[in-house]
């Protein structure tokens, strides 16, 4: 059963949750310091009495019946938003929630249920038509002098360069905080005094080469000559 309060008591909950600067969990805080003898109301009733005053002007709940109605879970149901999936894997628990009038929780445990899983899409180098056969033939033409000297692997030196900055590599989507109030956690990024370092290393057989930080800038000159410093040694050279 939804939560009962008088309006004197709504008013102060917004006046709490403005106080916390639309922290619910701060305001929930506030409030049952200031009114210890109250009922203290969920955080969730924090957000909705503003959200309630801001989109309708009051801060009564929704009637039962209001709004559009909600679709009994069927057999056809299901099979209807596992064919949607089907033709769009993309598509997101909010938009199928809209689009069969069904609580995103039910959309939810009807996906699980056929042991699908949300993946994260992967990001690649883009490659034309015209990448891939030469890819194709390389990688014959790899195993072919593979199979003709079976050390061959080893005398070939594979490199690469990376680039570190000052800010590094953030991936915000796993950046969290578990707390039972906000602690407003931060983390510094774009730095006004910045730096880059650029590193080359190589590996050949069983032997690391390097690492060497290069230049900040590298022309073609410089980075031809880094290349040549490293094939006239005769242990990387590649028969």
Known sequence: MAEQFTFNEYADMHVFYGRAFC?????????????????????????????????????????????????????????NILEAVADDPSMSIRNLSEQFHTSK??????????LFHPFHIQKVHAMTPQDF??????????????????????????????????????NSHNLH??????????????????FNVNVWAGIIGNHLIGSFVLQDRLDGELS????????CKPSLTIG
């Open 133 to 170: 056969p030469a890819r194709l033939e390389y990688a014959n033409w790899f195993m072919d002098r593979q199979r003709e000297d079976m050390t061959f692997i080893s005398r070939v030196l594979f490199t690469d360069e990376a680039g570190f900055s000052r800010d590094g590599v953030i």
């Open 177 to 194: 905080i578990w707390a039972e109030e906000n602690p407003h956690g931060i983390l510094q990024t774009k730095h006004q005094r910045k």
């Open 224 to 231: 031809s000559l880094y290349i040549g410093l490293h094939q």
């Open 23 to 79: 922290n619910a969990a701060e305001a929930r805080r506030l409030y049952s310091e200031h009114f210890p003898n109250r009922t203290v109301p969920s955080r969730e009733t924090f957000e909705r009495v503003d959200r309630s005053l801001r989109e309708t002007g009051t801060v009564l709940p929704k009637q039962g019946g209001e709004g559009a109605p909600r679709t009994v879970r069927t057999v056809v149901l299901e099979e």
């Open 105 to 114: 929780s039910t959309i939810d445990r009807i996906i699980r249920e056929q």
